[in-house]
């Protein structure tokens, strides 16, 4: 009888825990932006003395015509800290869209867990849910492709973000992101102007495979890797990983000693640590620099540890791919490639992107 | 205490709950989503669940054989991207046509598995050690082969074998039916599915009931390749590429999958029928906590917290059986 | 209600596992500095009594008193803070630990902090010394034998001041010398006015040490008695309910060909064993604990190495190199350690039945079940299995019933040599005398039985022949001619085992 009575409860506790997580987070929306309610009463319901009205909203608006509409966030991943800046981001600003009326309701962050199977699953959730656009920061470029088409094919309104898929130019609505190749060749150059003797360098890459790492690596080989001043020690796989990076650095030190000049880094979590590594070694005149802007490394940058690192605006690119998504529903045209450039953080420059 | 049974006192009752207690918590978990998303239980959602949970669900049945003789197979998501970048190999750059170049990938994966079994087996070493010695050199051997790059592998009659249906529904859902068949009838249907329990009970007994313990390990493990091989060619389907970097952290799921659906760490005991239970309550997990809005920080707690309770749940249904 | 002449008194107990009564209003009443045993075959709720005494498990009814007072025990650890210990029959001694962590486990000696490890062993040597052991302080625990570690158990027992000790089957794995030694503690403990409850099958046990007797059946309490003017046939008659004619069953039948003969085989254990055992026969290996017995048998079914010699099957030479291969040759056997070598508790009764016989119950790649569950439904109800059902698993039986189910599934591979080792240890008398039927059964179709056993009434009462063995080589053999013209004793066989000629 006991077991019993404890099987039901335990069965209760596991459903309530799954409806709890659920509820918590309804309860926290609503309560974030108090004047939500009355705004969503009047654009959601739509009865029939204003069908008129809504039609003419939903001309660009409510792409599948259920009277809603609702945004899809698909994201590479919710780990890591340039991600994390860029989902929080996105939050903030769909929260505020919802908040205003111009949005029904999205679907909050979705974890693509930097895997494209999961994206290709979340895009069929975001079928089924059902969502007008759909924001995606693809894993991969090829991989992933298939959650951008099957969600075009829906109907859906795809915005892709940060780095493109191999169909993004003719299924999603739109792109905004940056140019990775140019990325790789700011990296290049900064470090062949301030060691103009050349020498030995390193290059820590991301995990092999993801597009973001074979653009700047492109990018970098186009520079650096063409100059016969400079010879490269070795691509190494550091799988984004700031640990990783520093056991390069170790290694290569050890074999190479003072001919070793400078570290790449496909990001600049890895460059942060790479460069304080190398401070740490009495080693200050080495050049690290990444791609990315975070936080640390700007920071970094600011106190004079770091010489620059090259800041990707992960926040104007997903604030221009939601800007698209205002745009269509007001029916306005919508430019099909938003590019937002990097930016080489120095000394100089770095107080305007610290928060 | 005497008096005539109610229907929950029945022998038979018990046993069907020991077995398959699981399905009772799906069937609350899908009816308290639906109460808050009726969507969650449009058929098109549940195809869709299906759909997806099927590269973890045959994963998982290779898993569930390898921990039911007490060990456990983590190399099958390195054979995803084996699978994965053998089929790029031979269809885009050997032009090879599909059947043939499916087959050599599966073979390879089987290959693999063979070798973990052998070396589980016949060497006794730790499955855990062994499995994970080889996931590192499977999956170094598929970024030699790919050289760490990724291809696009979206011919027409490739993406049909993800996204290509039999009236209307997925080929993968099919496959996943299909492979539940065939391992329902090899775990309870065969003398092998017998030997593997056995082996997992009590292996001394076996070994003295003139069970081939060997051959019966070195099975399982080599089944675990296939059915991992199996799941990369869905995988790469459903993705148009070959690629090295896929698979990561896939057994986690496939185990969890199983200890959902009553297979038990110790050996021994373990139904096929579970391990789907299993798979689908893994997958309603995922499709439902992003229906209910639940932010991605609270899902790896909610699905840790949900695998706990179920797996107590389970122990306490069963607590009569030890 | 509380009556002085008795320390524990239980009255009224009854407890029921799901549906299954395991017992009925039961009494016991214990008296200070007795022996007291308790009889019943397996599942007669002996060992659920116990487990209330000791708080392992919650009466449904009924209430009990230790010492005059009311008491119930929450479990093992406050059942022993009361005064009344438990000696369980399968030792679990944790291996690393010495003998004196072992016994002041839960209580060890501290400073601050710290374990005072010296002052432990101290107490502990203290403590050993009373009991004459050959071992001290620092050995480890899996440096003793069964019998020493069980000895640990009775110190602890005593160290922490028990007034009533149970010993459930001490002596299953002991061989005679270390059972008397076992018995010289107990009069020891006795005369300084510990109460001892005493479990066992052994009629000869009981009759020896046990001042009174408490006789279960089925779940109720049938009678107590005193030891003395009561007769063992009596006491089987009130534990089984029904009359057993005589003790062993045994029916001589006719006995045939040599089927299975050896060769000056050696092994780890034994050296330069010859023997052969013919169609019909039941042959009976007696000896001392540790002479090689097990290892002989162990050795020709191929769980472990054999060194030099041959062996014969009807005429043919033949290697085992594994169990695998005798079994398919047609050699089986029971072993002794039931637990790791007899049966995957895990799994049904079915399944582990016909595990060795699968091949046979083929139909192309698949089982045919139904026929399966048809054989081994008919193989357990001839041997009288006694459970719910097939589908239940191993952990549900009584030892007795798990012997069976070993039994069951050899039987229906039809083997020519059956291979028993110990087929009788911890099975109760009603299931004892069931396996002997059988036993004889076996042989009378034809089958060669080699019967290893540690109870010399059982090897006498049993076999055609007997070979003794001592030190790894077998000493003397005797037919069973010369015990029925009680040409030869116990006492000779005894003395055989222990070297003589």
């Known amino acids: 009888m006991k077991k019993r009575m404890l099987a039901t409860i335990m069965t209760a506790a596991m459903v309530l825990s799954l409806v709890g997580c659920g509820a918590a987070k309804e309860a926290a929306a609503p309560a974030a932006d108090a004047p939500a309610p009355a705004a969503t009463e009047e654009a959601a319901p739509a009865p029939a003395e204003e069908a008129a009205e809504a039609a003419v909203e939903a001309v660009g608006g409510d792409v599948n015509g259920d009277g809603k509409i609702i945004v899809g966030y698909i994201s590479k991943n919710t780990v890591d800290v340039f991600h994390a800046t ?173 001919d070793l000049k400078a570290v790449i880094c496909d990001n600049d979590d890895m460059s942060s640590a790479a460069q304080t590594e190398c401070n740490a070694k009495g080693r200050t005149d080495i050049v690290c620099i990444g791609v990315d802007g975070n936080q640390g490394p700007l920071q970094m940058v600011k106190e004079g540890t770091l010489g620059a690192t090259v800041l990707q605006d992960g926040a104007g690119q997903v604030n221009a791919g939601i800007d698209a998504i205002v745009a269509a529903i007001k029916g306005e045209t919508v430019e099909k490639s938003i590019m937002v450039p990097f930016v080489l953080v120095t000394s100089d420059n770095v107080d305007q992107f610290l928060n | 205490m005497e008096a005539k ?32 998303k009726p969507r969650f239980i449009y058929p098109s959602n549940i195809l869709n669940v299906l759909t997806q949970i099927s590269v973890n669900c045959l994963i998982a049945y290779g898993m569930c054989l390898c921990i039911t003789t007490g060990g456990i197979d983590l190399a099958v998501g390195s054979q995803l991207a084996l699978v994965s970048v053998l089929l790029g190999q031979f269809i885009v750059l050997r032009e090879m046509s599909l059947f043939p170049a499916i087959i050599l990938s599966l073979a390879a994966a089987t290959l693999f598995g063979f070798i973990n079994g052998v070396l589980v087996a016949k060497f006794d070493m730790a499955a855990f050690v062994v499995t994970i010695a080889t996931q590192l050199i499977i999956r170094s051997i598929a970024q030699i082969i790919s050289d760490g790059k990724g291809m696009s592998l979206a011919t027409p009659e490739f993406k049909a074998i993800y996204s290509g249906t039999l009236v209307g529904i997925p080929y993968p859902i099919i496959y996943m039916i299909l492979i539940s068949i065939v391992m329902y009838i090899l775990m309870h249907w065969t003398k092998f599915g017998r030997y593997v329990f056995a082996v997992g009970g009590n292996v001394n007994a076996a070994i003295a009931s003139g069970v081939n313990v060997f051959w019966t390990k070195t099975l399982c493990y080599t089944i675990s390749g296939l059915l991992a091989g199996i799941a990369g060619v869905i995988f790469t389907s459903k993705t148009g590429s070959a690629q090295s970097n896929v698979g990561l952290a896939y057994e986690t799921d496939a185990v969890a999958a199983c200890v959902l659906g009553g297979t038990s760490f110790a050996g021994g005991i373990s139904t096929a029928p579970g391990v789907l239970l299993g798979a689908i309550i893994i997958g309603c997990i995922y499709n439902g906590m992003n229906f209910l809005n639940i932010g991605s920080y609270y899902q790896y707690m909610t699905k840790g917290v949900i695998i706990i309770f179920a797996v107590l749940l389970d122990m306490v249904i069963n607590k009569k059986n030890r | 209600m509380g009556n002085s002449e008795y320390i524990l008194n239980c009255e009224g107990i009854s407890k029921a596992f799901g549906g299954t009564q395991a017992l009925k209003d039961v009494q016991l009443h214990i008296k200070p500095g007795e022996v007291h045993a308790l009889l019943g075959e397996n599942g007669a709720g002996k060992s659920t009594l ?452």
Request: glycine residues 8%; proline residues 3%; hydrophobic residues 40%.
């Open chain 1, 86 to 258: 860029l989902n929080g981001a996105a939050e903030e600003r769909l929260n505020s869209l919802v908040a205003d009326g111009t949005i029904t309701e999205w679907t909050g962050i979705l974890d693509g867990n930097t895997d494209a199977a999961k994206q290709c699953d979340l895009a069929q959730d975001c079928i089924n849910y059902p969502c007008d656009y759909v924001i995606i920061l693809p894993a991969e470029s090829t991989a992933s492709d298939p959650a951008v088409t099957s969600m075009a094919d829906a109907g859906i309104g795809v915005i892709v973000v940060n780095s493109a898929t191999d169909s993004t130019d003719s299924a999603a609505m739109a792109f905004a992101g940056s140019d990775d190749v140019y990325a790789g060749e700011l990296m290049g150059n900064y470090v062949m102007e301030n060691v103009p003797d050349g020498g030995v360098f390193v290059h820590c890459q991301g995990v092999i495979g993801n597009s973001a790492q074979i653009q700047r690596g492109e990018g970098m080989n186009n520079t650096i890797g063409a100059n016969s001043s400079w010879t490269n020690a070795a691509d190494v796989p550091c799988d984004w990983d700031a640990s990783k990076a520093v056991n390069t650095v170790d290694d290569y030190l050890a074999q190479y000693g003072d």
């Open chain 2, 5 to 36: 049974k109610k229907f929950y006192q029945t022998d038979a009752f018990r046993m069907f709950m020991g077995k398959y207690g699981i399905g009772v918590v799906l069937v609350f978990m899908i009816v308290a989503i639906a109460i808050m």
């Open chain 3, 50 to 501: 116990m487990k209330c005494v000791i708080g392992l498990v919650k009466q449904d009814t009924g209430t009990m008193e230790f010492e005059g007072k009311p008491y119930q025990a929450n479990g093992p650890v406050d059942a022993l803070n009361c005064g009344i210990s438990m000696i369980h029959q399968e030792l679990n001694p944790e291996p690393h630990l010495t003998v004196a962590e072992s016994i002041f486990l839960k209580r060890e000696n501290t400073k601050g902090f710290l374990l005072d490890k010296k002052a432990q062993n101290k107490r502990c040597e203290d403590l050993l010394s009373k009991f004459e052991v050959p071992y001290t302080a620092k050995t480890k625990m899996k440096e003793l034998t069964l019998a020493q570690v069980q000895m640990v158990e009775i110190i602890k027992a005593v160290s922490c001041d028990s007034r009533l000790i149970i010993m459930d089957e001490p002596t299953s794995s002991l061989d005679s010398t270390e059972t008397d030694h076992l018995f010289e503690v107990i009069r020891d403990l006795k005369a300084k006015g510990v109460a001892i409850i005493y479990i066992s099958h052994r009629m000869e046990e009981i009759f020896e040490i046990c001042d009174r007797v408490s006789v279960f059946r089925n779940g109720t309490y049938v009678d107590s008695r005193d030891m003395e003017g009561v007769t063992r046939d009596e006491l089987i008659s009130m534990m089984v309910g029904r009359d057993v004619k005589s003790v062993f069953p045994k029916v001589d039948c006719e006995i045939g060909e040599t089927v299975f003969k050896v060769d000056k085989i050696s092994g780890k254990g034994f050296h330069d064993i010859s023997f052969e055992v013919h169609a019909g026969e039941i042959l009976g290996l007696s000896g001392l604990v540790g002479s090689g017995r097990s290892e002989t048998m162990r050795a020709i079914f191929g769980l472990d190495p054999l060194e030099s010699g041959t062996m014969y099957l009807e005429g043919k030479e033949i290697t085992n190199k594994s169990p695998r291969d005798s079994i398919k040759k047609g050699i089986c056997m029971v072993n002794e350690d039931r637990k790791n070598y007899g049966l995957c508790l895990l799994r049904s009764i079915r399944e582990n039945i016909s595990l060795p016989n699968l091949p046979a119950k083929q139909k192309g790649f698949l089982l045919n079940q139904k026929r399966e569950k048809k054989e081994v439904g008919e193989v357990a109800k001839k041997l009288t299995v006694k459970c719910a059902s097939l589908e239940h698993n191993g952990f549900s039986l009584s030892g007795g019933n798990q012997q069976k189910v070993v039994l069951a599934k050899w039987i229906m591979a039809n083997p020519k040599v059956l291979i028993l080792d110990e087929p009788t240890r911890g099975v109760d008398v009603g299931a004892k005398s069931d396996i002997h039927t059988l036993m004889c059964e076996f042989a009378a179709k034809g089958m060669a039985v080699i019967m290893i056993s540690s109870e010399l009434p059982e090897v006498m009462g049993m076999s055609d022949r007997i070979l003794v063995y001592h030190e790894g080589t077998i000493n003397g053999e005797v037919s069973r001619k010369e015990i029925l013209a009680n040409a030869i004793t116990q006492e000779n066989i005894l003395q055989m085992a222990f070297g003589q000629r």
